[in-house]
């Protein structure tokens, strides 16, 4: 599926009825800082399925675990974000359920609303550092990103190319521009408005995409054309037309649902291309031949 641009029919009036669902999940997440403590207390995180809920650097991080006779050494796995008190959630259990049923764990951290940002990508550093170095998972997992997720991961795999095998995206962001905007995602970058617009080349992820083609990170998205939340041309599209432009189309796959905005559709969370794409890439990153490669 490779290099491809896809385009799904929907039912408008089941993305009509999520619509105002999905609006209010996209912003009611806590507003909690990236490296804020991780208040007194307060239970390290909810599981929608069986594994560990831990601490890492104060802030709360999961990792649902594969039946014991489905683990693997080293443990295949993605990297899901956002990793936020509300997420990962019900709506995603199907997909988490694929995973572990294939091998393939699934770990995050509450990075806060971090939007792409330093300390949210050093989280996520001090996470891929617990599980590969103290529980024998892989050294390149799956990135797998939904909605505001993808600016966690894009950043991530901007910053450690090599570290990756692949990112997917459920509708998601990739320009701080379209969402969620400089005002909301300064604060995160810990810079001004008007500092962060002057150093967009450093801190939004669209512009950087470069680094992904050029290291072949395989990508997989599918996003509705009709999302006026994260607006698909200005993330999943541009991301497409980037690696194309690069030469590296082949290793792009943006499914189009049609007519879906940004919402809770189950086209996109039983998405089975994306499912197969992420289990595929993270037992890629797994196995021997990985380590030293560029994708």
């Known amino acids: 599926m490779a290099g491809t641009i896809t385009r799904l029919a929907a039912v408008a009036a089941a993305a009509v009825a999520a619509a ?60 899901y974000a956002p990793t936020l008190p509300a997420y990962p959630d019900q709506h995603e259990k199907w997909m988490h359920e694929q995973f572990l049923a294939a091998g393939v764990a699934v770990a995050g951290i509450d990075a806060g609303e971090a939007y792409g940002s330093p300390r949210g990508t050093d989280l996520m550093t001090a996470l891929h550092a617990e599980l590969v170095k103290t529980r ?11 909605s505001r997720g993808g600016l966690w991961v894009s950043s991530w795999a901007i910053a450690h190319p090599d570290k990756v095998a692949g990112i997917a995206g459920l509708y998601p962001v990739f ?7 400089l005002e909301k995602a300064a604060p995160a970058h810990e810079l001004t408005e008007q500092a962060l617009n002057a150093r967009l080349a450093d801190h939004n992820p ?47 796959t943006l499914v189009v649902a049609k007519g879906q905005g940004h919402n809770l559709w189950d086209g996109f969370f039983r998405c089975r ?14 196995a021997p031949a990985a380590v030293g490669e560029g994708r």
């Open 136 to 146: 024998g998972f892989a050294a390149k997992p799956c990135l797998l990103g939904r």
């Open 206 to 252: 669209i512009a950087r995409i470069d680094v992904l083609a050029n290291a072949r990170i395989p990508v997989f998205m599918i996003h509705g054309d009709d999302d006026k939340v994260v607006p698909l041309r200005d993330n999943s599209e541009a991301l497409a037309k980037r690696y194309q432009s690069l030469g590296q189309a082949d290793l792009v």
């Open 273 to 286: 291309q994306l499912t197969d794409f992420a289990i595929q890439r993270a037992k890629a990153g797994a």
């Open 175 to 181: 320009d701080l521009r379209s969402y969620p905007g």
């Open 20 to 79: 105002a669902v999905a609006a209010a999940a996209v912003t009611s997440a806590a507003a909690v800082r990236a490296g804020d403590e991780l208040p007194a207390g307060q239970p390290v995180k909810t599981l929608i399925l069986p594994g560990e809920s831990f601490v890492v650097q104060g802030r709360p991080a999961f990792v649902l675990l594969p039946p014991e006779d489905k683990r693997l050494s080293p443990q295949p796995w993605i990297i």
